[in-house]
């Protein structure tokens, strides 16, 4: 399933933080300042690379001081860019654990095999994970929780099985 050449979405750039070219970053990653575990971001659309030279946690957030960016007015083009990497800078992952654009496109069944449409996205809530499962014009949220809701991830199926009621 994992593509080297693959890029995944890590955060992006959110504000400006000061006047010396430090930018604020909303982080996807958990913990949040993990995204400053890469040295080179590739950002926006043309996903050019430019080198991290130094970040920080900050109140909610982090901020970060790309290399070559030395004011506001340089950092303030990448304003609402996306921050990315090679799929291949990622770590292994441990038995049971997925990474969230792995289960994008995902079919989602309950166990009366009924199904639901497939996993856009997943969001944190702070309590937990939720996958917005979408079939057509219809939208479920379903709690990420692999104790007791999520029964169980098949990748190479592209199927995730959910002890979800079917009218919820």
Do not use: C
Not at 16 to 21: D, F, H, I, K, W
Not at 24 to 52: C, H, R
């Amino acid at each position: 399933m994992q593509q080297s050449n693959k890029t995944v979405t890590l955060g992006r750039i959110s504000g400006l933080y000061g006047v010396r070219g430090w930018v604020k970053v909303y982080s996807y990653t958990d913990p949040k300042e993990n995204i400053l575990n890469y040295p080179t971001w590739l950002i926006g659309p043309d996903q050019k690379p430019i080198k991290l030279e130094t970040g920080k946690s900050h109140g909610k957030g982090v901020v970060a001081k790309l290399v070559d960016f030395d004011d506001r007015d340089q950092v303030a083009k990448l304003l609402g860019q996306d921050i990315a990497t090679s799929r291949a800078e990622l770590p292994e992952l441990q038995e049971g654990e997925y990474y969230w654009d792995d289960l994008a496109g995902m079919k989602v069944v309950n166990t009366e095999k009924q199904e639901f449409g497939v996993v856009d996205s997943l969001f944190e809530t702070g309590a937990n994970a939720v996958m917005v499962v979408k079939d057509g014009e219809q939208e479920r949220l379903i709690p990420f929780l692999t104790d007791n809701v999520i029964l169980n991830i098949d990748l190479d199926a592209g199927v995730i099985e959910v002890d979800w009621p079917a009218d919820f």
